[in-house]
């Protein structure tokens, strides 16, 4: 029996080893590959106006900011005549209702026509029966997508209509980033795992041909999402889903990553919505998985990546069980010494995993004018083994949720911290 | 919705073109046909010179024959030693001994004495050192003849062939030191390549300690190498966590066998622990021994005694080009990184050995060093020399120590008459160790219990018959657990000590009080042999008395 347990240690801990080692080179992969980081950059010569863009907001009790987003929409640096806005809510809620029609009331009263109401009464209320309700209302070549709380670029449509069109390509997904890195202890850790994830795997994804998309500033060619159906309904990581759907039909997905021109969000206010909001990307990769989307990519090489991205959670749920179990095997557990350095190197990976946090909290900071401060690390370093756990957590919350056969919709909220008064300054004079 | 028809579509590609590709090499700075030759030739010159007579010359070093000792201890009982490991050296040296040893199929056996299936692996070690050095310097200064001169030099000296050949941990550290030089010198901006380099020097640290002495001037190369990259934090962090990372294993085990802190935290040096060793305690210790203490011998002494006797030439050169390099390098700073890079490593290193407990031996990783010090100086000095011209003086640099009868290739005979080829390619000095244990074979019984110098120690545990109850001097005086439990300090416990050349200098130095009392009071010579200054014996001690 303990030949068994210990034989299970060691196979974990080199499974972890491995796995924790690829996910370090995918947070790394732009910065390690110059050509890459080049590419990833935007373009600094644009394309004139050539492609129409239907920007549809999904809401639900987005009350506080919904406002904010659909004048930020109303006012990019494209011409108005290019830029249809489609705001889609559930017919029951009510005060994002009232407030969207305000604002577009009083756009109409200023000549703007192009933005419009779209509310839907069916079930389920999710967002990607939400987006496929305002799909069918769309009349322009190029369909993206903006959550309610989304801080967009100015020059967002300019920028994605030059690469559409100089590349020939039909997706592009532009860079999302969380702002509010000091509001809280997790939300340091919640914004670099944004900055990795948008400035640098996601190239690395994308390049492969296994891409999650992110779930807003994700540009589709309007024909291509009709050919393959819309979103799904019942999943809860839509994107993700849709990424693969769309990388199986042989599509190729442009990522662009430029901190001058990304969307900006806030994390959830709470620890509670953290959790909830993570139990959902957990599930729905679980879905995804199920679901075996991935198994319709062309090569071996595009399943294994889209299978071993799906399945993560699964591998974070594990870690947190892990981790108190690799520190008594080295510490306390009388193990064999190959079994017990085995055991070791996952925790070593961690550590490797935060000092690339840190280095990416000065480079996110530095990137966007920001200052970071050895406080902000202390609080790093004190925050996460927390945060692993909290993660792991989260993910072993999914498990259960899964196997219990449970999969609504838990919504996160939003509240605006990462909307500064200086930035909507910025964005007034833009318009 | 319509479409904008009447904007214009900007010339461009319609997939963007990735950037340039870095400044392509100069010609000469490429390895070319020519330069593949000429590694090749450099290889196939240190193959030669180092394999020539290996197994025969120089003498098997106790110190050789522990570390053969320490890898028969991992494959045949997986542990890192088979007396107390007490940290004196990490353990990636001799667990690569043993994973080559492993994977020969007549493992011990497969060369004649066992110590020579180290051996081999040196020579092994010392073609790859050849490759890395070559293509380090070629890299740096871009001259393909700096380098074959570089490669030449750490193959023909006679300090190098006599240390290299030999089973050390120095020369394992070496190759990894070179391996991190290599991938640093790739220059391709990479994280992983840093990383690459800073694994290597993390793998020398666990291999010889004395590597952190290489660390002003590897730490330079790599500021340098980064600095102007965009990712250089990333590139800088993740060489310090690759190098920390098997330091940290080290640790690791240690603390796991409850052996990294001392007893009640007590680093006193004057009471070294008794129950239980420790690897913080063993590092204090080091730290804190002094020239005029331990089992070393003073800088001067083996500069002069040994080392300058052995090869003065190399030594000479290769300190003018280091001064050399530090002078032109920090008055053109940005363009000499490699030189000022590489003259750190050898006056760390240098310091390293004008500072320590010295033994014999500690010289080997100096003269790679050298060599790359005097390939850089090369490679400047004839950068802007004709090709043809550069090299034809190459080759008369090279032809010029061959020619001299001072050891490189040729000496004279003891009378000073005749020219005879160096000793390291005639002598066969170890021929008196075999027929040391040859004899032991035939005249000993296996149940004998013998004090022995390491040297022979796994020969007399792997071959036929077998000595089990062989154990080495060094334990027999200081490992409580062979001192007091199996000798219990009493001649009458011993049948046999076998005195390898210059132990009894040793067993003064050591104080080995009890093992000299049973040779010189209770022994009798029953064998012995001389040859020129090496003298080996074997005595019975009458204990039956």
Same mark, same amino acid.
């Given at each position: 029996?303990?030949?068994?347990?210990?034989?299970?240690?060691?196979?974990?801990?080199?499974?972890?080893?491995?796995?924790?080692?690829?996910?370090?080179?995918?947070?790394?992969?732009?910065?390690?590959?110059?050509?890459?980081?080049?590419?990833?950059?935007?373009?600094?010569?644009?394309?004139?106006?050539?492609?129409?863009?239907?920007?549809?907001?999904?809401?639900?009790?987005?009350?506080?900011?919904?406002?904010?987003?659909?004048?930020?929409?109303?006012?990019?640096?494209?011409?108005?005549?290019?830029?249809?806005?489609?705001?889609?809510?559930?017919?029951?809620?009510?005060?994002?209702?009232?407030?969207?029609?305000?604002?577009?009331?009083?756009?109409?009263?200023?000549?703007?026509?192009?933005?419009?109401?779209?509310?839907?009464?069916?079930?389920?209320?999710?967002?990607?029966?939400?987006?496929?309700?305002?799909?069918?209302?769309?009349?322009?070549?190029?369909?993206?997508?903006?959550?309610?709380?989304?801080?967009?670029?100015?020059?967002?449509?300019?920028?994605?209509?030059?690469?559409?069109?100089?590349?020939?390509?039909?997706?592009?997904?532009?860079?999302?980033?969380?702002?509010?890195?000091?509001?809280?202890?997790?939300?340091?850790?919640?914004?670099?795992?944004?900055?990795?994830?948008?400035?640098?795997?996601?190239?690395?994804?994308?390049?492969?041909?296994?891409?999650?998309?992110?779930?807003?500033?994700?540009?589709?060619?309007?024909?291509?999402?009709?050919?393959?159906?819309?979103?799904?309904?019942?999943?809860?990581?839509?994107?993700?889903?849709?990424?693969?759907?769309?990388?199986?039909?042989?599509?190729?997905?442009?990522?662009?990553?430029?901190?001058?021109?990304?969307?900006?969000?806030?994390?959830?206010?709470?620890?509670?919505?953290?959790?909830?909001?993570?139990?959902?990307?957990?599930?729905?990769?679980?879905?995804?998985?199920?679901?075996?989307?991935?198994?319709?990519?062309?090569?071996?090489?595009?399943?294994?990546?889209?299978?071993?991205?799906?399945?993560?959670?699964?591998?974070?749920?594990?870690?947190?069980?892990?981790?108190?179990?690799?520190?008594?095997?080295?510490?306390?557990?009388?193990?064999?010494?190959?079994?017990?350095?085995?055991?070791?190197?996952?925790?070593?990976?961690?550590?490797?995993?935060?000092?690339?946090?840190?280095?990416?909290?000065?480079?996110?900071?530095?990137?966007?004018?920001?200052?970071?401060?050895?406080?902000?690390?202390?609080?790093?370093?004190?925050?996460?083994?927390?945060?692993?756990?909290?993660?792991?957590?989260?993910?072993?919350?999914?498990?259960?949720?899964?196997?219990?056969?449970?999969?609504?919709?838990?919504?996160?909220?939003?509240?605006?911290?990462?909307?500064?008064?200086?930035?909507?300054?910025?964005?007034?004079?833009?318009? | 919705?319509?479409?904008?028809?009447?904007?214009?579509?900007?010339?461009?590609?319609?997939?963007?073109?990735?950037?340039?590709?870095?400044?392509?090499?100069?010609?000469?700075?490429?390895?070319?046909?020519?330069?593949?030759?000429?590694?090749?030739?450099?290889?196939?010159?240190?193959?030669?010179?180092?394999?020539?007579?290996?197994?025969?010359?120089?003498?098997?070093?106790?110190?050789?024959?522990?570390?053969?000792?320490?890898?028969?201890?991992?494959?045949?009982?997986?542990?890192?030693?088979?007396?107390?490991?007490?940290?004196?050296?990490?353990?990636?040296?001799?667990?690569?001994?043993?994973?080559?040893?492993?994977?020969?199929?007549?493992?011990?056996?497969?060369?004649?004495?066992?110590?020579?299936?180290?051996?081999?692996?040196?020579?092994?070690?010392?073609?790859?050192?050849?490759?890395?050095?070559?293509?380090?310097?070629?890299?740096?200064?871009?001259?393909?003849?700096?380098?074959?001169?570089?490669?030449?030099?750490?193959?023909?000296?006679?300090?190098?062939?006599?240390?290299?050949?030999?089973?050390?941990?120095?020369?394992?550290?070496?190759?990894?030191?070179?391996?991190?030089?290599?991938?640093?010198?790739?220059?391709?901006?990479?994280?992983?390549?840093?990383?690459?380099?800073?694994?290597?020097?993390?793998?020398?640290?666990?291999?010889?300690?004395?590597?952190?002495?290489?660390?002003?001037?590897?730490?330079?190369?790599?500021?340098?190498?980064?600095?102007?990259?965009?990712?250089?934090?990333?590139?800088?962090?993740?060489?310090?966590?690759?190098?920390?990372?098997?330091?940290?294993?080290?640790?690791?085990?240690?603390?796991?066998?409850?052996?990294?802190?001392?007893?009640?935290?007590?680093?006193?040096?004057?009471?070294?622990?008794?129950?239980?060793?420790?690897?913080?305690?063993?590092?204090?210790?080091?730290?804190?021994?002094?020239?005029?203490?331990?089992?070393?011998?003073?800088?001067?002494?083996?500069?002069?005694?040994?080392?300058?006797?052995?090869?003065?030439?190399?030594?000479?050169?290769?300190?003018?080009?280091?001064?050399?390099?530090?002078?032109?390098?920090?008055?053109?700073?940005?363009?000499?990184?490699?030189?000022?890079?590489?003259?750190?490593?050898?006056?760390?290193?240098?310091?390293?050995? +004008? #500072?320590?407990? *010295?033994? =014999?031996? %500690?010289?080997? $990783?100096?003269?790679?060093?050298?060599? &790359?010090?005097?390939?850089?100086?090369?490679?400047?000095?004839?950068?802007?020399?004709?090709?043809?011209?550069?090299?034809?003086?190459?080759?008369?640099?090279?032809?010029?120590?061959?020619?001299?009868?001072?050891?490189?290739?040729?000496?004279?005979?003891?009378?000073? +008459? #005749?020219?005879? *080829?160096? =000793?390291? %390619?005639?002598? $066969?000095?170890?021929?008196?160790?075999? &027929?040391?244990?040859?004899?032991?074979?035939?005249?000993?019984?296996?149940?004998?219990?013998?004090?022995?110098?390491?040297?022979?120690?796994?020969?007399?545990?792997?071959?036929?018959?077998?000595?089990?109850?062989?154990?080495?001097?060094?334990?027999?005086?200081?490992?409580?657990?062979?001192?007091?439990?199996?000798?219990?300090?009493?001649?009458?416990?011993?049948?046999?000590?076998?005195?390898?050349?210059?132990?009894?200098?040793?067993?003064?130095?050591?104080?080995?009080?009890?093992?000299?009392?049973?040779?010189?009071?209770?022994?009798?010579?029953?064998?012995?042999?001389?040859?020129?200054?090496?003298?080996?014996?074997?005595?019975?001690?009458?204990?039956?008395?």
């Amino acid at each position: 029996m303990e030949h068994i347990l210990l034989a299970a240690i060691a196979l974990v801990s080199l499974m972890l080893t491995i796995q924790a080692a690829h996910v370090l080179y995918l947070m790394i992969y732009t910065w390690d590959q110059p050509a890459a980081d080049t590419l990833a950059r935007v373009p600094d010569v644009r394309a004139g106006p050539q492609l129409s863009f239907t920007a549809i907001v999904p809401a639900r009790h987005e009350e506080e900011v919904i406002q904010q987003t659909i004048d930020r929409v109303a006012r990019t640096d494209y011409p108005a005549r290019l830029v249809q806005i489609i705001v889609v809510c559930s017919a029951d809620d009510t005060g994002t209702i009232e407030r969207a029609a305000a604002t577009i009331s009083r756009l109409n009263a200023a000549g703007r026509d192009n933005v419009q109401l779209v509310v839907f009464s069916d079930e389920p209320i999710n967002k990607p029966h939400g987006l496929n309700a305002a799909l069918v209302h769309s009349q322009a070549d190029v369909v993206t997508i903006f959550d309610a709380e989304d801080e967009i670029h100015p020059e967002i449509f300019s920028i994605v209509n030059t690469i559409m069109v100089t590349e020939r390509v039909h997706v592009v997904q532009a860079g999302v980033q969380l702002m509010n890195y000091e509001s809280n202890w997790y939300s340091t850790f919640n914004v670099l795992e944004y900055f990795f994830w948008f400035r640098s795997r996601l190239h690395y994804q994308a390049k492969a041909g296994a891409i999650p998309l992110g779930g807003n500033t994700i540009f589709f060619a309007r024909d291509l999402l009709e050919r393959i159906g819309g979103w799904d309904e019942k999943c809860l990581t839509e994107d993700a889903d849709i990424g693969l759907r769309v990388c199986a039909m042989g599509e190729r997905v442009r990522v662009v990553y430029d901190h001058r021109y990304v969307t900006k969000e806030e994390t959830p206010p709470t620890l509670t919505h953290f959790i909830k909001q993570r139990t959902r990307w957990s599930q729905g990769f679980m879905q995804t998985l199920k679901k075996g989307t991935w198994k319709e990519l062309p090569t071996r090489k595009q399943r294994w990546l889209a299978w071993y991205t799906l399945a993560f959670p699964y591998a974070q749920a594990l870690l947190g069980l892990y981790l108190p179990v690799a520190v008594l095997t080295a510490f306390v557990l009388r193990a064999p010494v190959p079994v017990a350095l085995l055991s070791w190197l996952p925790v070593l990976l961690l550590a490797a995993h935060f000092v690339t946090q840190v280095i990416g909290l000065y480079e996110f900071t530095e990137a966007h004018g920001l200052r970071a401060t050895p406080r902000t690390v202390i609080v790093m370093a004190v925050g996460w083994m927390p945060y692993q756990m909290v993660l792991a957590y989260a993910a072993m919350r999914a498990l259960k949720r899964q196997l219990g056969g449970v999969g609504d919709w838990e919504k996160t909220a939003h509240v605006g911290a990462h909307r500064t008064a200086e930035a909507e300054e910025v964005t007034s004079r833009a318009a | 919705m319509p479409r904008e028809r009447e904007t214009i579509l900007l010339e461009q590609d319609p997939v963007p073109r990735p950037p340039p590709a870095a400044a392509s090499e100069s010609e000469e700075g490429r390895l070319g046909r020519l330069g593949v030759s000429l590694l090749v030739f450099s290889i196939v010159t240190g193959l030669v010179t180092h394999g020539w007579n290996l197994f025969k010359y120089p003498l098997y070093l106790s110190d050789e024959g522990i570390y053969m000792q320490q890898a028969w201890s991992v494959l045949r009982h997986g542990k890192l030693s088979p007396y107390t490991y007490f940290y004196d050296h990490a353990p990636l040296g001799w667990l690569t001994i043993a994973g080559w040893v492993a994977v020969i199929p007549g493992q011990f056996n497969s060369f004649g004495f066992p110590v020579n299936v180290g051996r081999a692996l040196m020579v092994l070690v010392h073609a790859g050192c050849v490759f890395l050095l070559f293509e380090v310097v070629r890299r740096y200064s871009g001259s393909r003849a700096a380098a074959t001169l570089a490669a030449f030099l750490f193959n023909v000296s006679p300090l190098a062939v006599y240390f290299q050949r030999m089973v050390l941990l120095d020369n394992l550290m070496v190759f990894w030191v070179l391996v991190g030089l290599y991938i640093l010198a790739r220059k391709d901006g990479r994280i992983v390549t840093a990383m690459g380099a800073g694994l290597a020097f993390g793998f020398a640290l666990i291999t010889k300690e004395n590597a952190a002495f290489l660390l002003p001037g590897f730490g330079y190369l790599l500021h340098r190498s980064i600095v102007d990259n965009s990712n250089r934090r990333f590139s800088a962090s993740f060489w310090w966590f690759a190098a920390g990372a098997p330091v940290s294993l080290y640790m690791l085990y240690a603390q796991i066998k409850n052996e990294l802190l001392p007893a009640n935290l007590d680093f006193n040096l004057a009471s070294p622990p008794a129950d239980h060793v420790s690897l913080l305690y063993t590092i204090w210790w080091q730290l804190n021994r002094t020239a005029s203490g331990g089992q070393g011998t003073m800088f001067s002494t083996l500069l002069h005694d040994s080392w300058m006797w052995k090869d003065k030439y190399i030594l000479i050169t290769g300190t003018a080009a280091t001064i050399a390099n530090l002078v032109l390098s920090l008055n053109a700073r940005r363009r000499e990184v490699p030189m000022l890079g590489v003259g750190l490593l050898a006056i760390g290193y240098g310091f390293y050995l +004008t #500072r320590s407990v *010295l033994l =014999d031996f %500690y010289v080997a $990783p100096l003269v790679p060093l050298l060599a &790359l010090n005097i390939g850089l100086c090369y490679g400047r000095i004839t950068r802007y020399g004709k090709p043809i011209a550069v090299a034809l003086l190459t080759a008369i640099v090279c032809a010029l120590p061959l020619s001299q009868p001072h050891g490189y290739l040729v000496a004279w005979d003891s009378t000073g +008459t #005749r020219l005879l *080829l160096a =000793d390291q %390619y005639r002598l $066969p000095q170890t021929n008196m160790q075999n &027929l040391q244990v040859k004899w032991i074979r035939e005249n000993i019984p296996p149940d004998a219990r013998l004090i022995i110098d390491d040297d022979i120690w796994v020969a007399l545990r792997e071959g036929t018959p077998k000595y089990p109850n062989a154990q080495s001097h060094f334990k027999a005086a200081s490992d409580p657990d062979v001192r007091d439990k199996i000798f219990h300090q009493d001649w009458h416990n011993v049948d046999y000590v076998v005195m390898s050349n210059k132990m009894r200098d040793a067993l003064q130095r050591n104080n080995e009080g009890w093992i000299m009392e049973a040779i010189d009071q209770h022994g009798e010579q029953v064998w012995r042999i001389d040859r020129g200054d090496v003298h080996l014996e074997i005595i019975k001690i009458n204990n039956t008395g």
